[in-house]
């Protein structure tokens, strides 16, 4: 049995920044099933929120009431005001460390405008922010190499909780099969969303709901599942990330005629309103037969900017068109559609990084999370560009210390090792014993289609039924497939095949939760239920596991500061 | 129809590397990637290998196409059939152990990543705000930014082939990423551990790096960066850098190079082991008649080679 004071799952931002926090004092374990320098924290383009105030006057209160407005109003504001306030900090904290930003003349950290951020606010590193950020931390990783070890390329399995306290996990290593038990006081999933549920979606393969199933199949309800964010402008059919700094540059939207339709939507911020609302707006327009062609897409117009600016600040979305469909971006416009993105929700925490379990604030302890897969939550119905990157350092350091305070004080829980490896050992035989015809790639198509058609932009009660179904239908024929590899050595089809599962049960969740939430609010939209409505929906959705079914509770929302008004842009 | 000829090796079932065939129409606008997770989804699910982004950021899933690394998420797969051949060839990456089919192990990569200090070292109390670097000095290490470790360099580089001490592009180009760095104070030890033997100096400029790297990295051009600074520090009591000036010394001189005296200049006069171990070398060039003159003469145009030095000011 490998023993950790404490153990991380993840190493992008949220999971390399709390370890570079535990390591200061405690051993900690690093696990990823990639390495560090892959996670998907380094495809984030545009830029990292901070109210630093580098190009025009700006506040913590603005960047508040932004994301509050934003999310709306189905942020929980005691921790975004936290959140907020923590940023310009962390932003230099960042640089300190050697992280490589944009300057402006005069050497500070340059910043510019996004998506319903009412000043510029985003600092950034051309248009690889979170690459730029990814690569400072794993710098930094690299330099504590002594006091963390990092475990490349393993799986997480599962979550081992004994007498409601987790202590610690069941992995395997990818390159030799073997599974093996890690023993720890504290564990902190910093995993990551589950973009790949949908069709279309900017996010990598490796974006598959491991954390948040390992954690809800330990009893942990998820939260708000059912706000998921669909990015404005991802390549059409691929859903190849083109950053919303584009538009932040001043790149313009426009329909098959060739209009800027943003000024039907949102005659005030155009193509800088937050991402659901231009996505929504994306899609009215393909919807109503405005499509470019008449097909499925829409056009992200640059030329304009002219060559120099876009080598300038948009230079990777260049090569990507030129790349990905032979489009230069400085000649003609990139066809792009709505793409799932971003998770809001996930595994409820506190703003200290703690899971808690249910509207009485209860800890599972010994767990944490912070990140996309956590939900604490900072970015209620609808998250801002720029905001996740914040997010992922700064909740991921607050996990961190908060982590390593509590196994400072505690001592190894007790863990019945063999029993909860023989556990994933069966599950693998399992797996590999599995006899059937059905082919889990048609499983995992017909999910990600049934997502994007009957629970993506636009949703109602008939689509949500039928998506359920159909999901509840493949979690069925799921049992019924066959491995053609069932060896040991670097097996990635059978851990394919273990992240499907894990997808499938989070298809069922995310519909589950939009069914039950009638009304619209931020990245979830009900055609049926087209408004807001706070009186009966401002609380927030958790989703529980109960003898093999789903259960539905809710808890509310905090409100401090902002009062929830009508939303316009 | 194209043929997925791919390098398949799986040491739980057979001791040896072979090839197998995957043939099947490429859809239209289909990457390398996709092609890959064609075959593994629809013709055989134990073709192993690394993918992650999809968007040519992660660096999982470099290979070798044709022969040449690449990222195979990055390339259009119709692009691999040149001059009419229906066949593209996949292999994994070159100077590294394979693992499985295309899966390479990357420890020693990374290990080497770790001998240039990859991390910024400045011991000042850093300012309460950020450290000023003008947009200037944030392009002088904005490209070596750009550097995903997909491996594609380190693969194709031909040095590693025939002397795996070598560091290699890509630990180099991280290495300039920190030299070229306004904000880190350890250029001078920083070039001097890397002008040691399987440091910048052991590169031999042909620059394959460059055309393999799917990124503005490009490796080379970083290692001149570094060769330049190291010059600037005055880190020149090496092999490498006697060499540089040596070469430059007689350009500007001659107009061409004076063969006899580089290597000498290059060994250092008092550098009586270096300078031994060159007269074997000599005397085979000896006995087959290869000596350069041994009076070395100026081109007739040397004055205008010299002109250039002076519009440049060296």
């Known amino acids: ?569 | 129809m194209a043929k997925f000829r791919i390098k398949r090796f799986n040491p739980e079932k057979q001791a040896d590397p072979y090839y197998e065939e995957f043939d099947f129409e490429i859809p239209e606008g289909a990457t390398l990637l996709d092609c890959l997770n064609h075959i593994k989804w629809n013709m055989d699910g134990a073709l192993t290998y690394r993918m992650s982004c999809r968007s040519a950021i992660c660096g999982s899933c470099a290979v070798k196409g044709n022969g040449h690394a690449l990222l195979a998420c990055q390339k259009q797969a119709a692009h691999l059939l040149k001059d009419g051949s229906d066949t593209i060839t996949i292999e994994p990456l070159g100077n590294m152990p394979v693992i499985k089919d295309l899966v390479t192990d990357f420890k020693q990569f990374w290990e080497k990543i770790d001998q240039v200090k990859p991390y910024l070292q400045n011991n000042e109390k850093p300012p309460a705000q950020e450290r000023e670097q003008s947009p200037q000095q944030f392009k002088k290490i904005d490209d070596a930014t750009t550097c995903i470790m997909c491996g594609a360099c380190y693969s194709d580089c031909q040095v590693l082939a025939v002397d795996n001490k070598f560091l290699g592009p890509a630990a180099l180009a991280k290495a300039q990423r920190f030299v070229g760095d306004s904000r880190d104070q350890a250029t001078r030890e920083r070039v001097k551990e890397l002008s040691k033997p399987g440091g910048m100096w052991d590169c031999t400029h042909c620059a394959e790096c460059v055309e393999r790297c799917p990124k503005p990295a490009e490796p080379f051009y970083r290692i001149k960066g570094l060769m330049e600074s190291a010059l600037k520090e005055g880190v020149t009591n090496n092999v490498g850098a006697r060499h540089a000036l040596s070469f430059v010394n007689s350009v500007k001189h001659s107009g061409r190079l004076n063969e006899n005296k580089i290597p000498i200049e290059s060994m250092g006069y008092f550098n009586i082991k270096g300078l031994l171990d060159l007269l074997p070398v000599g005397l085979r060039m000896l006995l087959k008649m290869k000596i350069p003159p041994i009076i070395h003469k100026p081109i007739d145009d040397v004055k205008d080679v010299q002109r250039i030095f002076e519009e440049f000011g060296e």
């Open chain 1, 1 to 569: 049995m490998i023993k950790h004071d404490v153990l991380i799952v993840g190493a992008g931002l949220a999971g390399m920044r709390a370890a570079l926090e535990v390591c200061k004092e405690l051993d900690v374990g690093l696990l990823t099933k990639v390495y560090p320098s892959r996670s998907h924290s380094g495809a984030a383009q545009g830029g990292i929120a901070a109210a630093l105030g580098n190009s025009e006057d700006d506040s913590w209160e603005e960047h508040m009431f932004d994301t509050v407005k934003g999310g709306d109003y189905l942020n929980d504001q005691d921790a975004v005001e936290e959140y907020v306030k923590a940023a310009p900090e962390v932003i230099y904290e960042l640089e300190h460390m050697g992280c490589a930003f944009s300057r402006t003349e005069d050497g500070k950290i340059a910043q510019r405008s996004f998506g319903g951020h009412s000043k510029p606010r985003a600092c950034f590193s051309a248009d690889r922010t979170g690459h730029a950020i990814l690569h400072a931390l794993h710098e930094q990783v690299l330099k504590h190499a002594k006091s963390i070890k990092v475990y490349s390329e393993w799986y997480m399995h599962q979550l081992v909780v004994e007498e409601g306290r987790c202590c610690g996990v069941v992995v395997s290593n990818i390159r030799t099969g073997e599974v093996e038990v890690i023993h720890a006081k504290a564990v902190i999933f910093a995993t990551g969303g589950y973009g790949r549920v949908f069709q279309i979606t900017t996010n990598a393969f490796a974006g598959t709901a491991d954390g948040a199933i390992a954690a809800f199949r330990a009893g942990v309800p998820l939260e708000d599942c059912e706000f998921v964010q669909f990015h404005p402008s991802g390549l059409y059919r691929q859903g190849i990330l083109f950053s919303e700094a584009a538009r932040g540059e001043g790149g313009y939207l426009l329909n098959g005629k060739g209009e800027r339709f943003m000024e039907q939507y949102a005659p005030s911020r155009m193509e800088l309103a937050p991402r659901d609302i231009v996505a929504r707006a994306e899609q009215s327009e393909i919807d109503a037969g405005r499509g470019v062609n008449g097909e499925d897409y829409i056009h992200l117009d640059l030329r304009h900017l002219g060559e120099a600016r876009i080598m300038e600040r948009l230079p990777q979305i260049r090569q990507l068109g030129i790349d990905f469909i032979g489009v230069d971006c400085v000649k003609d416009p990139l066809p792009i559609q709505p793409s799932a993105h971003y998770s809001m929700g996930g595994i409820p925490t506190d703003m200290f990084g703690q899971v808690i379990i249910d509207a009485d604030k209860t800890p599972l302890k010994g767990f944490f999370a912070a990140g996309e897969c956590a939900c604490v939550s900072v970015h209620g119905a609808n998250r801002l560009g720029t905001n996740s990157l914040l997010d992922a350092t700064v909740f991921g350091g607050r996990a961190g210390r908060t982590a390593l305070e509590y196994a400072k004080k505690v001592e190894f829980g007790k863990i019945n090792g063999s029993h909860e490896k023989a556990r994933v050992l069966d599950q693998i035989e399992e797996i590999f014993q599995r006899d059937g015809t059905e082919s889990y790639n048609q499983i995992r198509n017909e999910m990600k289609e049934v997502m994007m058609d009957k629970c993506g932009v636009f949703r109602d009660e008939e689509n949500l039924k039928s998506c359920i179904s159909t999901i509840q239908g493949l979690k069925e024929r799921y049992k019924k497939g066959k491995v053609t590899d069932k060896g040991q050595l670097f097996n990635s089809e059978l851990y394919e095949i273990v992240e499907l599962g894990n997808m499938l049960e989070m298809a069922e969740i995310i519909s589950t939760a939009a069914l039950a939430r009638q009304e619209s609010r931020g990245g979830h939209h009900r055609t049926d239920f087209p408004k807001r409505d706070d009186e009966n929906f401002l609380k927030h959705s958790l989703v529980y596991p109960k003898d093999g079914q789903l259960e539905l509770k809710y808890k509310p929302v905090v409100v401090t500061r902002y009062q929830p008004k009508e939303r316009t842009y």
